[in-house]
T-cell receptor
Framework: SQKIEQNSEALNIQEGKTATLTCNYT??????LQWYRQDPGRGPVFLLL?????KEKRKERLKVTFDTTLKQSLFHITASQPADSATYLC???????????FGAGTILRVKS | EADIYQTPRYLVIGTGKKITLECSQT?????MYWYQQDPGMELHLIHY???????EKGDLSSESTVSRIRTEHFPLTLESARPSHTSQYLC???????????FGPGTRLTVL
């Protein structure tokens, strides 16, 4: 069956360190993959999109990698800050094109 | 900040009542979506629309219905609310198929 897996346990890190979040998928062939941030009680906010022919994408302190062989994306936040504390969701555009499928997200807590 | 609005933000209602959750966007996007999300869980697509007079059911079966009479407006209706409908409902829009989605703040629905 098709599945998207993100770390179900919260990731707790110290301010200034790099946070790395994982998104694994099975039985999908996504054209591209997206990462969103969601704060409690709010809608998700788009962060980055990476295409299947791109290995890496950067935006300020954020970096995303996409390995279609491993069926995995890694999301990095460098020099993390308490304000980065949130739930981070990955989402795949399936090969059928018109919809996104979301993972359950990983909670990130950055302690000062 | 995304120009997509949802009202009400919170709704507590008794079983059997008819409710309509409002969603409007000012970005002129043709694609609009309704998701249902329970705490700590994935977003599940319940309805989507490619444009005016076009609506489709999503991957998660829902007793709700939607309409798309105007590009900017995509309301969701429950004819007879039940406690099992208690959840957060998120509306989103996008310019392209499977592209970046802009989310509203959500409606937290509680059916007693």
């Amino acid at each position: 069956s098709q599945k998207i897996e993100q770390n179900s346990e919260a990731l707790n890190i110290q301010e200034g360190k790099t946070a790395t979040l994982t998104c694994n998928y099975t039985n999908y062939s996504p054209a591209y993959l997206q990462w969103y941030r969601q704060d409690p009680g709010r809608g998700p906010v788009f962060l980055l999109l990476i295409r299947e022919n791109e290995k890496e994408k950067r935006k300020e302190r954020l970096k995303v990698t996409f390995d279609t062989t491993l069926k995995q994306s890694l999301f990095h936040i460098t020099a993390s800050q308490p304000a980065d504390s949130a739930t981070y969701l990955c989402a795949l555009r399936t090969e059928y094109g018109n919809k996104l499928v979301f993972g359950a997200g990983t909670i990130l807590r950055v302690k000062s | 900040e995304a120009d997509i609005y949802q009202t009400p933000r919170y709704l507590v209602i008794g079983t059997g009542k008819k409710i309509t959750l409002e969603c409007s966007q000012t970005m002129g996007h043709d694609k609009m979506y309704w998701y249902q999300q329970d705490p700590g869980m994935e977003l599940h697509l319940i309805h989507y629309s490619y444009g005016v007079n076009s609506t489709e059911k999503g991957d998660l079966s829902s007793e709700s219905t939607v309409s798309r009479i105007r590009t900017e407006h995509f309301p969701l209706t429950l004819e007879s609310a039940r406690p099992s409908h208690t959840s957060q409902y998120l509306c989103a829009s996008s310019e392209f198929d499977g592209g970046e989605q802009f989310f509203g703040p959500g409606t937290r629905l509680t059916v007693l």
